[in-house]
Structure formats: C-alpha cells, structure tokens
C-alpha cells in the first residue's frame, strides 16, 4: 500500500486530454514537499517527466503538465498520443518516515 | 552523453550476498549524491538507498536497512549496493538513479537501465 495514491489506471482517444491524481497527506505533500513524476514506457527505466511540481526537464513536450494543491498532485496531458502510453509514477518526501516515497502508478491506455 | 550501468545481478538463494556495481559516465561523479531505486516484478517503483557526494551521508529505506549497504568510489566513478540477508520480497530490478540535487527531497535525473536480482530457492 503506497503512501502516495494514484489510479490504477487511466485511458484516453489521441488527441483527448487526461489527467492522473496523486493523493497524499499531512505528511508529504500537503506539509508542502514537492512533487515529480516518471513516465515508465514498458520494459524501459523510468525518465522523470515533471519535477518541482510544475517544471519540465528540456526536451519534455508542453503537452505535460503538473499541478500540487493542499493534499493531492496531478499531471495532465494533452493532446494524446500513442506513444504516452506507459505507466506514471508520482514521487515526493515523507517527514514521518524520513523517506522518498512513490506512488503506485498509474497505467496510461490510448485508445 | 550521461550515463549510468549497472551490473552484478543475477540469482541468489534466501540469505545469500550480492554486490551491484554501478559504473558512470558523462558527468562530474564526485559532484553529485547518488543511489539505488528497485521495481518487484510488475510493482511499482521503490526508493532503497542513497549516498550524498563525499559519502559522508547516507539514507536507507526501512526495508533495507542494516541489511544493505551502499558506497562509492569517486576515484573510479563507481556506486555500489552489498545487498546480504537477502529475502524473496528483494527480487526485483535495480536502478542506479543520480540525484539532481543533494536531497532526499530531490528528483532522480538520470536513470541506468537496470539489472534483475532475483532471490529464489
């Protein structure tokens, strides 16, 4: 059970928008620690996609973006593509466990 | 060109021993803090252990520690994770990760590509 909560899953049509959830608590994100994410294509090692809760590393398209309000994070993607279909992982800072914490991840299907 | 590789994976029983090694490229090693992320088959990622640059830091995840150790040789350009008392839940694949800033709050920047451990009787 990760500390982090995402949706196991998510899908979206080639062009649709989407956006993945990243619930945490007192703890993590909402005792204000920032929050990145990793895009994960199947059988590759994680790229960080979003990092510092709202910056792209150069050579991230602008169709990802990342968001932190009070308790929770998200990542939106627009303009879908086939090739964004991977698994998406949240990451942040736990002061009651002294640790870097994920979240589960999320699935990514395009239609 | 960046680039992390790890190696020394492979098959080991309940309560064996093994040394990954991670080698670097591309970078000023001795500038930046380093560590190990792991994936269990079909889980998600997990952080295990990082070491600050002069490796006078290190963090370790509850679920290794006193069990694992990491360190690294800036001479070499080299990271490297003893694992001992090793379980079955260790199985997984390892990733020597770099750290963009000297913090456990800080993102993973550069990812190898991974090697499997497996720990199986």
């Known amino acids: 059970q990760s500390v982090l909560t995402q949706p196991p899953s998510v899908s979206g049509a080639p062009g649709e928008r989407v956006t993945i959830s990243c619930t945490g608590n007192n703890s993590n994100i909402g005792a204000n620690f920032d929050v990145h994410w990793y895009q994960q294509v199947p059988g590759t090692a994680p790229k960080v996609l979003i990092y510092?809760?709202?910056k792209r590393p150069s050579g991230v398209p602008d169709r990802f973006s990342g968001s932190r309000s009070a308790t929770s994070a998200s990542l939106a993607i627009t303009g879908l593509q086939v090739e964004d279909e991977a698994d998406y992982y949240c990451q942040s800072y736990d002061k009651r466990l002294s640790a870097s914490i994920f979240g589960g991840g999320t699935k990514l299907t395009v239609l | 060109d960046v680039h992390l590789e790890e190696s020394g994976g492979g098959l080991v029983k309940p309560g064996g021993s093994l040394r990954l090694s991670c080698a670097a490229s591309?970078?000023?090693?001795?500038?930046?803090?380093l560590g190990w992320a792991r994936q269990a088959p079909g889980k998600g990622l997990e952080w295990v252990s990082y070491?600050?640059?002069?490796?006078?830091?290190?963090y370790s995840s509850d679920s290794v520690k006193g069990r694992f150790t990491i360190s690294r040789d800036n001479a070499k350009n080299s990271l490297s994770l003893q694992m001992n008392s090793l379980r079955v839940e260790d199985t997984a694949v390892y990733y020597c990760v770099r750290l963009r800033a000297p913090s456990l709050l800080s993102f993973m920047d550069v990812w190898g590509k991974g090697i499997t451990v497996t720990v199986s009787s």
């Open positions: 510092g809760n709202d």
């Open positions: 070491i600050s640059s002069s490796s006078s830091t290190i």
């Open positions: 591309g970078f000023t090693f001795r500038n930046y803090m």
